[in-house]
């Protein structure tokens, strides 16, 4: 069974069912071998909230070093998203494997006429995967209510039930008593359960077990969490106090609810792995999750919030209450079981209403919605679909106002799209092999030509159909359709495919003339379906813009490669180390880099390599910062390569012009730092910092799930102020990859540039040419290649150690090498 197989064979099961039970879980499970047997398991059930407290615990265990499995629903696009493993959506080779490997007991279990659930397999699966990959903990979000829940199958370490209100009254209860009851039932049974109900309902839990209640301290709780006002735009104050532990922390989940929340999964962390206050902090600042109250632009602000009943809208609106802006527009589509009318009335005043609706059968009509609107807008627009409605919104706000997506997570998905929706050049010829091959050449017409012969590169190419380009994008089904129609009516090449997509999307490829495309843009322009965004992204990868010289990044806004030197002033680093740690013999490095032409030259303070010690924040400040004074005037921007927030605001303050950041972001207070002082982000793709040895990560395409795992990044680092021309990506050669792996980021460069960021390549001196090191040079002469080749792919940037030798391989490959005086002697 190959992962598209296995895909549709998983999602075509049943979503409900009458029958109640674990019954049907637990003999998948038994079937698998009992892998939940390998894990401590945490259940976290309730009303609203569960999906945040989870990813929020497990934000906070992944901090105190603990490898944690996450299993939520739903997912945005794809149930590969609702199972991850410290932070990775499962492989597809693994999605393959488990259901070849469930299959027979689906069909004993079909002959017995107990077909399970999608939701039921998806719960044995997540356990099989956390089991395989050997994870300590796994977080379980609950589907419905608490004691017949397929993740009931498991016995808890810890649990909670964050909320209760009235929901799925025809299976838990009438009133939120029976509720609350049912819910209770994920109690472990050797810790208190922990709670943010109150009331009726917290009296309800603890008449079936001894309860931890966490909340604001008018209701008196165990635990005392409370939101203290905004820290800025994307982020709130909250503190947590319990009987001898506080925490003080940013969170960027907002809303009281959200600081009750993070309560709870503080209060977790705590029975689950003793985790100290400091890590508890840093981890609830670190935590994301799409779709809830996601803030995408400020200019105008943008958010998309899936709230999807009146009790979440009505949270939603108290929200909207701490921003001033002139005119809300709501983009809006629902559910048809939904209260969508008592869902909008709970909202604040809208200026302008987008009435829509998502690609689901379940989603109520754009109509029907626009009229329940109009009790609530002073304008209300139809718009059938959610990417067009998003941009409609968009460009008709003023800088001034606010545009809010909700009403479901399926429309925040496809509004989302906006934003993750990349258009990736897969040809790796370089434009300027295609332009040089064309030139003088004439061409005889072809078949359909008008008789005339075309020297120019451009035409010629596309009457010889040798100017061939190729793009791939995931779009939603309709826009598909769109584009496939509008490239074949200007003589390209559109091919869609279902199979192995997300399973809302359509893996759509692109192929023709540039001047083909050209016009496919142009059509798109007036197509509708939020397809704007997929033209302008055409037109900037057929005509990339130059890199602006913007926060430091003046070396690398001129065509071609950019050399950054290394300048490691530490006494281990894996190269170098202790070669420059002397002040002075940093200086003396950096001056002969300058010297020979470095375009950058970048001061790291703390080793990576695989079994570096860290270094405490004074030290690193005390290596970096006197070296960067130092060397101000060297006229050369200067790079820092640290992950610890601290550090960065020293070295910028004391003039560096780039924060270097291999950990991607581990440090939450990072992208906020780097945004005070509008400086330049070097993002890089890392799993761990240092390389943890033993770990073997597991890649479906390499290069694709890079550019998938860096784009959530380069949003967070966008969310905190840093506009993305102001942010280069680096694949993260030789960390978490195979050699292999790194060759082939470095090969498939030009995919990188999907994310619309400058590209940089670290491969200086790696393990990754271990096996190439022929000349003994420490494996110099496969760097020089590695950096060539970088070159000849369109690198932005290579970091090396070795300055002039690099100078001269990107000389080399771009064609800049000097004359000889006399070839003759």
Not at 162 to 187: F, M, P, Y
Not at 577 to 586: P, V
Not at 742 to 767: M, T
Request: glycine content about 8%; overall charge negative.
């Amino acid at each position: 069974m190959n992962y598209h197989e296995a895909a549709e064979y998983l999602t075509s099961f049943q979503r409900r069912r009458p029958k109640l039970g674990i019954e049907t879980t637990a003999r998948m499970l038994s079937h698998f071998g009992d892998p939940h047997l390998d894990v401590d398991a945490v259940q976290v059930a309730g009303s609203n909230g569960k999906g945040s407290t989870a990813r929020m615990l497990e934000s906070v265990l992944r901090r105190a070093g603990v490898s944690v499995g996450l299993f939520t629903s739903p997912g945005l696009n794809d149930f590969r998203e609702q199972v991850r493993v410290d932070g990775r959506k499962v492989p597809k080779s693994k999605i393959a494997e488990y259901a070849a490997e469930l299959e027979p007991c689906i069909d004993r279990l079909r002959a017995d006429d107990d077909v399970p659930t999608h939701f039921e397999v998806l719960t044995a699966v997540a356990l099989r995967h956390f089991s395989e990959m050997d994870v300590d903990v796994a977080v379980l979000e609950v589907g419905i209510g608490g004691r017949y829940d397929a993740t009931s199958a498991v016995d808890p370490v810890a649990s909670a039930v964050t909320s209760v209100s009235l929901e799925h009254t025809e299976l838990l209860g009438e009133t939120i008593e029976e509720i609350a009851t049912d819910k209770a039932q994920v109690a472990p049974a050797s810790r208190p359960l922990v709670t943010g109900a109150d009331g009726a309902a917290l009296d309800a839990i603890r008449e079936v077990t001894d309860a931890i209640s966490v909340g604001p301290a008018e209701s008196s709780p165990d635990v005392v969490a409370e939101e203290r006002g905004m820290h800025s735009k994307v982020e709130s104050e909250v503190s947590i106090a319990g009987p001898d532990w506080t925490v003080e922390t940013n969170l960027p989940l907002l809303g009281k609810h959200q600081a009750t929340n993070a309560g709870v999964a503080a209060t977790l962390a705590r029975q689950v792995a003793d985790v100290d206050s400091a890590t508890i902090a840093e981890g609830l600042r670190a935590v994301t999750w799409p779709g809830r109250f996601e803030v995408m632009e400020t200019e105008p602000m943008v958010v998309l919030d899936g709230s999807h009943n009146p009790g979440a809208t009505a949270t939603l609106s108290d929200l909207l209450g701490r921003y001033e802006y002139d005119d809300l527009h709501l983009v809006f589509g629902t559910m048809a079981d939904k209260d969508y009318g008592e869902m909008a009335a709970s909202l604040p005043a809208v200026d302008v209403a987008y009435a829509t609706r998502p690609h689901l059968d379940r989603a109520e009509g754009a109509e029907a919605l626009a009229e329940t609107l109009a009790d609530h807008a002073d304008r209300v627009e139809t718009i059938p679909s959610v990417p067009e409605a998003t941009e409609q919104a968009i460009e008709a706000a003023g800088p001034d106002d606010f545009v809010l997506v909700s009403g479901s997570l399926y429309t925040v998905a496809e509004a989302r799209d906006r934003w993750t929706r990349l258009l990736t050049p897969v040809d790796s010829t370089r434009d300027a092999h295609v332009d040089a091959a064309f030139v003088d050449a004439a061409f005889e017409p072809d078949a359909e030509g008008d008789g005339e012969t075309a020297p120019a590169a451009e035409s010629a190419a596309s009457r010889s159909g040798v100017d061939r380009r190729i793009f791939r994008t995931l779009l939603r089904p309709e826009q598909a359709e769109r584009v496939a129609e509008h490239l074949a009516a200007v003589g390209g090449e559109c091919r869609r495919s279902r199979a192995g997509s997300p399973e809302k999307l359509v893996a759509t490829v692109l192929a023709g003339s540039t001047a083909q495309l050209r016009e496919l843009a142009t059509a798109l322009d007036e197509e509708g379906h939020g397809l704007r965004r997929v033209a302008d992204q055409l037109r900037e990868r057929l005509d990339p813009t130059e890199v602006t010289d913007a926060a430091g990044l003046g070396a690398i806004a001129d065509d071609g490669t950019a050399v950054m030197g290394i300048l490691n002033v530490t006494p281990d680093s894996f190269h170098d180390g202790g070669e420059y740690e002397a002040f002075e013999a940093a200086v003396e490095q950096a001056e002969a880099m300058a010297e020979h032409g470095v375009d950058v030259i970048d001061v790291g303070g703390e080793s990576t390599r695989p079994g570096a010690e860290p270094v405490p924040v004074e030290t690193e400040i005390d290596r970096v910062v006197p070296v960067v004074e130092a060397i101000g005037d060297l006229g050369v921007p200067i790079s820092v390569d640290t992950r610890k927030a601290e550090v960065a605001d020293a070295a910028l303050e004391a003039g560096a012009d780039i924060i270097n950041d291999v950990s991607g972001l581990a440090d939450p207070a990072m992208p906020f730092v780097v945004a005070d002082h509008d400086a330049a982000l070097v993002l890089m793709h890392s799993l761990s910092v240092p390389v943890d040895p033993d770990q073997d990560p597991i890649y479906d395409d390499v290069v694709a799930d890079v550019v998938d795992e860096l784009l959530e990044q380069v949003l967070r680092a966008e969310r905190a102020g840093i506009d993305r021309e102001q942010i280069v990506i680096d694949p993260g050669c030789g960390f978490g990859k195979s050699p292999a792996e790194s060759h082939a980021l470095i090969d498939r460069l030009g995919e990188l540039r999907g994310l619309g960021c400058p590209v940089l390549v670290g491969h200086s001196r790696k393990s990754m040419y271990k096996a190439a090191d022929h000349a003994d040079d420490g494996r110099l002469a496969p760097t020089l290649a590695g950096t060539a080749l970088a070159a000849d792919r369109g690198a932005d940037v290579v970091r090396v150690h070795d300055v002039p030798e690099n100078l001269a391989a990107v000389a080399a490959a771009e064609g800049r090498l000097a004359p000889a005086e006399d070839d003759a002697e």
